[in-house]
């Protein structure tokens, strides 16, 4: 069964503190990973795809990254507004749909990050 | 602004009520989904459609849940008897596929928040 598991839960930094999110997958045929950010009460807005092993992508201090079995969302020097809940996403192929369907999301990371 | 749009943003019902709720996609775009998130959870698929053709639906999508786009713009999902367990945020996404575009990426819409009494 198609399968995302992010952790930690939740995380509280300080500002400037680096540190790293896990999103583990296990799915057959990806096609994606996806990064995206919630704020709460609001929908979530879309940060990264990724789409093999090895890819990396950077936008600001977020840096995502790729493996076979996970991904890592590298946060630099973080700031008080990158507070939210970063959630993970993977996107399998169904072949009679044409290819690409759902994403599958995991239950996100909680980030706080305290001046 | 061109992003993906919702109607209503907050609804309130009583158990038993019939509820609808609108999502306006980005112009161009050809697929349409919906989601479910609870709180702490991540978004949960629903449905979605191609155009105006329902491809798939989950099952959680009872038989009290349907869905439409007709004419491939717009969507409508409908909530029919609702039940308190129904509260959740209803998200929606749309994306462009095409033969010469190998990406699928879903940009969400702002959600309607539904609590049943």
């Known amino acids: 069964e198609d399968q995302v598991t992010q952790s930690p839960e939740a995380l509280r930094l300080q500002e400037g503190e680096s540190s790293s999110l896990n999103c583990s997958y296990t799915?057959?045929?990806?096609?994606?990973l996806f990064w995206y950010r919630q704020d709460p009460g609001k929908g979530p807005e879309f940060l990264f795809t990724?789409?093999?092993a090895g890819e990396e992508k950077e936008k600001e201090r977020l840096k995502a990254t790729l493996t076979k079995k996970e991904s890592f969302l590298h946060i630099t020097a973080p700031k008080p507004e990158d507070s939210a809940t970063y959630l993970c996403?993977?996107?399998?192929?169904?072949?009679?749909?044409?290819?690409?369907?759902?994403?599958?999301f995991g239950a996100g990371t909680r980030l706080a990050v305290h001046p | 602004d061109t992003g993906v749009s919702q109607d209503p943003r907050h609804k309130i019902t009583k158990r038993g009520q019939n509820v609808t709720f609108r999502c306006d996609p980005i112009?161009?775009?050809?697929?349409l989904y919906w989601y479910r998130q609870t709180l702490g959870q991540g978004p949960e698929f629903l449905t979605y459609?191609?155009?105006?053709?329902?491809?798939?639906k989950s099952r959680l999508l009872s038989d009290r849940f349907s869905a439409e786009r007709p004419k491939g713009s717009f969507s409508t999902l409908e909530i029919q008897r609702t039940e308190q367990g129904d509260s959740a945020m209803y998200l929606c996404?749309?994306?462009?596929?095409?033969?010469?575009?190998?990406?699928?990426?879903?940009?969400f819409g702002p959600g309607t928040r539904l609590t049943v009494l």
């Open positions: 799915v057959s045929g990806l096609r994606g």
């Open positions: 996403a993977v996107q399998a192929s169904f072949m009679f749909s044409g290819g690409y369907n759902k994403l599958i």
């Open positions: 996404a749309s994306s462009l596929v095409s033969p010469g575009i190998s990406t699928d990426t879903q940009y």
């Open positions: 112009s161009e775009h050809n697929r």
């Open positions: 459609f191609q155009n105006e053709a329902q491809l798939e």
């Open positions: 990724l789409y093999s």
